[in-house]
Each structure stands twice: as C-alpha cells, then as structure tokens.
C-alpha cells in the first residue's frame, strides 16, 4: 500500500512542478512592494481600441519572458477543483524553486509543498504524506534529462504544466477589443490596467505574433482552453514601472465550471535561496524503488534455489 501511494505522490509531484515553473516565466514583476494592503483603483473608463495598448502588453509580455528568477502569489478557483492559494519563488540559475499551495472545496484539498534544487526534487504534504511514507513528510526525487530553454530536466516539467501565464498573458495582445482601462495603484505600485477579451476559436486561426516567447507556447495554452471548453477568455494585465507585470488575471467559462485565477508578481530577479528538507524526514524516491527491488529479487532467488533443492 505504501508503495502504490509513494508511486501515485511522485507523478502528482511532477505535474506541479511543472505548473510552477510556466507560473514562473509570466512576464515579469515590478520592483518589489510590501503585500496585502488593498490597491486604490483609479479606474477611467475604457479608452477605444488603438496601437498603444497592444505594444504596451507586447512589451511587457517580452520582457517578462527573459527574467531569470521572480516570485509570485497566486488566488483564485478553477473549475471543478475548488479555490487554490500559494506563493511561489523560483530561479533559473541556479535552478531552485520553494513553492507552497493550499486547496480547498474540491477533490484535492489540502497543504503541499515543492521544493527543487537543481535536479533533485522534495514534494511535501504534511500528515497525509507521512501517512503514506511510514511517518516522513517528504518524497524525493531526481528531474533528469534537457528540456527547452536551456533549464535543463526544467523543460520538461514545463511541457507537463496545465498552465503556461506567460504564453496567457501573451494572447491579450491579440484580443480585437484589448484597452487601456486606467491607471491603478497595486499594493503601492503604480500600474496602467490592460484588458481585452479573446475568442478560442479565433486564436485557433491566427497567425502568432513574433516575439520572445515561443510561437508553440502559445499554440498550447490556445489548444488547452478549447479543451478545457473555454469559448471566451477575459484577460488582465497590470503593468508596473520599468515595463514589469505586477498582476494578470485570467476568468472564463470551462466545462467544469468557473476558472477566476489572479497571480500577484515581486522581487524580480533576486536570489532564491531553497533548502532541502532534512534527510531523517524525507524517502529517497530511487533508493525505496532499489530496496524494493532487492527485496523482491532475494525472494525470488530463495525460491527458485527451495524449489531445485
């Protein structure tokens, strides 16, 4: 039992990561600012369509696609899972990502944490995992192999995301009607409020726009909200000084009910310390697999000798 529970943690453990790192490479954040603390909304009423606000999104979205490491809040429910909270810190070089969630009101509730330091993994969740894990609290494992973008066993773990924000925020550029709404002040900062709505079926048919994120990233997350039965996506972006993305906002109507998600960004580029949980606490994916094989063989060896005796 134990070890069929350790085998379903460690692939549930891959796809979160992966989900945190596409978190991760939304575009950019501002300077970092104090948070909570509710924004003063200067809204304006919706200017018309123009040039100014595409560029601007396509600016920030650009930029944001080049930033080494950064760290976010993320809020908000998707449909048929409940609401979700975390914080997520993550860095490129050297690789490291702290990441701690909280579900609740669907089928997966519940604390966990993810921490990876280069290649090696440790997935947490609390009392449950120790249940699982003859008492300890963490699973860990190593990401091998060379992704996309030069990060390594990181690439891979992005192509396993059910989100890529960065190749979201991207398709406002897109949006036939997207607007410059006003100027806001989030947690402190300055930002000009962007939003447009965009329709799946036509991004399906639409050429992509050239720029520092890939054009395949945004096929993906085009093809996933079809999946998902998205016909219409509203989209938000929250542009800071320094051309950053301080908030991005994503809301829809999906087959599985509302999807509202809104991701917080700060401390841009700073270091991201991690450390590994400690070795009396944690299960070593490959050694418990290694043991369980020895065990396994040695049994089948006795056998085999009891039978010829």
Known sequence: MARRSSL???RTSVRTVGAVLAG????GTAACSSPGGAGRDRTAE???FNAAPVAAVRKAVDKGARLNSLSYRI????????TVEGKVSFSLRPRAIDMRMKASGGLKSGEFSVRLIGDTVYVGAGERAAAALHGKHWLKFRMRGKGAGG????????????QDPAAQASLLAQSGDVKKVGEETVDGVKTTHYAGTVSVDKLLKQRN?????????RAKAVRRYKQLGVNALKLDLWVGPDDRTVKFRERAGTDRGPLDLTIRFFDVNKPVTVQAPPASDTVDLAE???RQ??????KGFKEREGARI
């Not at 990060?151 to 059910?162: P, T, V, Y």
Request: proline share 2%; aromatic share 6%; charged share 20%.
């Open 209 to 217: 726009a050239k720029g520092a994120l890939g054009a395949e990233r």
């Open 293 to 298: 094989f020895q065990q396994g063989f040695g």
């Open 46 to 48: 919706p200017e018309k």
């Open 75 to 82: 809020n908000g429910k998707v449909g048929g899972q409940g």
């Open 288 to 290: 418990h697999f290694k």
């Open 151 to 162: 990060a390594g066993g990181l690439g891979g773990m992005r192509q396993q995301a059910d």
């Open 24 to 27: 991760a490479m939304l575009c």
């Open 8 to 10: 379903a943690l460690s």
